[in-house]
């Protein structure tokens, strides 16, 4: 089983920068895929950002430019560069690992969730 401690989530003002990170933890045979979603007040939760463990990553047409996800895969972590932040990307952000147990079995597992706000 993983678990999921995310850190680095606060208030920024419009144009500022937040850096998030991730780290799984457990037993578990391997991360493949690691995420960042976000869900606003009233809104569905959206997926922002994912990287699999060979670095191929996927973004929201939203952050693209603007955000950047990566991990490492010897630390089971995964990271989310925030640059140029704006009022719409006030959140609360999650993070999403889809693991393989040691009996080989996909799974997946969110955190608790961070809060990003920005605003002036």
């Known amino acids: 089983q993983v678990q999921l401690v995310e850190s680095g989530g606060g208030l920024v003002k419009p144009g500022g920068s937040l850096r998030l990170s991730c780290a799984g933890s457990?037993?578990?045979?391997?991360?493949?895929?690691m995420g960042w979603y976000r869900q606003a007040p009233g809104k569905e939760r959206e997926l922002v950002a994912t990287i699999i463990i060979g670095g191929t990553t996927n973004y929201a047409d939203s952050v693209k430019g603007r955000f950047t996800i990566s991990r490492d895969n010897a630390k089971n972590t995964v990271y989310l560069q925030m640059n140029s932040l704006k009022p719409e990307d006030t959140a609360v952000y999650y993070c999403h690992a889809r693991y393989v147990s040691s009996l080989r079995r996909e799974y997946d597992r969110w955190g608790q969730g961070t809060q990003v706000t920005v605003s002036s």
């Open positions: 457990g037993s578990f045979f391997s991360i493949n895929q």
